[in-house]
């Protein structure tokens, strides 16, 4: 049961905090889909997304509005289509991408993910053909996302497929020239990806998952910032542990608001409730954004000394709080830190106090990575391929979730800025060291073993 002053504080975050549901999102095994026949395939894909997600958008709004939450975003996540892809070709794969984005058109939701692959300790052939058709169905589709893990902390990294995802990247920004690489924005390379995550573009649904289950995604970049923001009022010199404790006591209440929802949907729809994904999403608007949160802390901005313990500590206090609040956080469940999406870290870019080697730096206590990155165009692929190499190994050496959502903007230069538009937002072109040695790095191939703690069992 919920205090007067909670309720009243809950309702605070509705009208001036930014409080929202981020993302619904519907996770759907394909696998009962599977036929070596591309006509039959594409019909029990497309009649089982119907079927499931045909009232997915009119209840997620129903429910949105009778709670006066508003739940943004409506998506769907299925099984990674790789696992279907043995029988094909690359051009038969691009004609399954297309039958997932006219399944998303038709039901309504903004985005469907799971055109990807699980590689990370080798390829298949339906995985090598899948990740061949991605620029293409990227590039030729307007709602579908795709994922790509190549490394765990159990197998390692599968430097040849960290190779391949760099020259992935670089036909995908090539195909997508004329919307300044766009395509790769709905792309993600993993290491540790979570099975039940509902953030796109990475979201897809895990083989140990539940045939349909529905997972939810609570963002509150903008409670928490105005949480730390009276707690300063009230006391001019908090510790860092009373800081803590207020952006945990935050969560917690975002956390509770996501299930309220969440469970209600998945009734609705007569589905099992998954997971809350407790992470600060944030949107490129004034008061949406993780970045002016090291503000309120004192900093300068985002990249100033002292960020990357900040982050450590907001991460920490946010999974705590939210692990207090429900037995079913999952996902990703932290702080995001995507350049583009961020106001307050995309300025922080366009001022100087940011930069990419600094930004790796945070990446190894924030839930993601180098997330909504905008690159010279000209960055080679074997360049992109080591920097997704370094994201990967902090990912598997901290047993964390790492990835790499790296965007070359084709014509696009250091300090030029380009805009993606919507939530995607507009950025900085970030500068990346590029000496031309990253071809020999990346040539050497094979797989960077597991970290000895692998072993346990």
Avoid at 187 to 208: E, K, R, S, T
Avoid at 330 to 357: N, Q, T
Avoid at 389 to 405: F, L, P, Q, S, W
Wanted: aromatic share 4%; hydrophobic share 45%; charged share 20%.
């Amino acid at each position: 049961m919920l205090t007067d002053r909670e309720v009243t504080a809950t309702i605070e975050m509705l009208k001036n905090e930014h409080l929202d549901v981020r993302a619904i999102t519907l996770g759907l095994s394909l696998l009962d889909c599977l036929s070596d026949d591309l006509a039959r395939l594409s019909a029990k894909i497309l009649d089982k997304i119907s079927r499931h997600a045909e009232n997915l958008v009119r209840v997620c709004d129903r429910i949105g509005e009778k709670y006066g939450i508003p739940v943004v975003n409506k998506r769907i996540a299925v099984s990674p289509v790789s696992a279907l892809a043995g029988p094909f070709d690359k051009a038969q794969l691009v004609k399954v991408a297309k039958v997932l984005d006219k399944a998303a058109l038709e039901t309504g939701v903004d985005f469907v993910g799971g055109f990807g692959a699980l590689v990370e300790k080798g390829m298949s052939k339906g995985d090598a053909a899948l990740i061949s058709a991605i620029p293409e169905a990227l590039a030729e589709t307007h709602r579908v996302c795709s994922s790509v893990n190549v490394a765990s902390s159990r197998d390692g990294i599968n430097m040849d497929a960290v190779a391949l995802m760099g020259r992935i990247i670089k036909r995908a920004a090539e195909l997508s020239r004329a919307s300044d690489g766009l395509a790769c924005a709905k792309l993600v390379v993993f290491a540790n990806i979570p099975p039940d995550m509902p953030f796109m573009a990475g979201a897809y649904m895990g083989l140990g998952e539940p045939d349909a289950v529905i997972n939810v995604g609570v963002s509150g970049p903008g409670v928490v910032k105005k949480a730390i923001d009276r707690a300063m009022g009230q006391n001019p010199k908090p510790s860092f542990g009373q800081l803590s404790d207020v952006i945990k006591r935050t969560a917690y209440k975002v956390t509770r608001v996501g299930e309220i929802i969440g469970r209600e949907v998945a009734a609705e729809l007569g589905l099992p409730f998954g997971v809350v994904d407790l992470s600060l999403a944030p949107a490129p608007q004034v008061g949406d954004s993780v970045g002016e949160i090291f503000g309120s802390f004192g900093l300068k901005a985002i990249g100033a000394p002292g960020s990357t313990a900040l982050l450590a500590l907001l991460n920490d206090a946010v999974k705590k709080g939210g692990a207090f609040a429900s037995s079913h956080v999952g996902g990703l469940s932290g702080a995001f830190i995507p350049v583009s999406e961020d106001l307050g870290i995309g300025a922080a870019v366009e001022a100087g106090y940011l930069g990419l080697e600094k930004l790796e730096a945070l990446t190894s206590v924030c839930s993601v990575g180098l997330d909504m990155v905008s690159l010279p165009g000209d960055t080679s692929a074997a360049t992109l391929a080591a920097l997704i190499a370094d994201e990967m190994a902090i990912g598997v050496i901290n047993h964390k979730t790492t990835a790499a959502r790296l965007i070359p903007v084709p014509g696009k230069r250091a300090g030029d800025t380009v805009t993606f538009g919507g939530l995607l937002g507009s950025s900085t072109i970030m500068g990346v060291r590029d000496y031309g040695e990253a071809e020999a790095f990346v040539g050497l191939g094979g797989q960077i073993p597991a970290p000895i703690h692998s072993l346990r069992n």
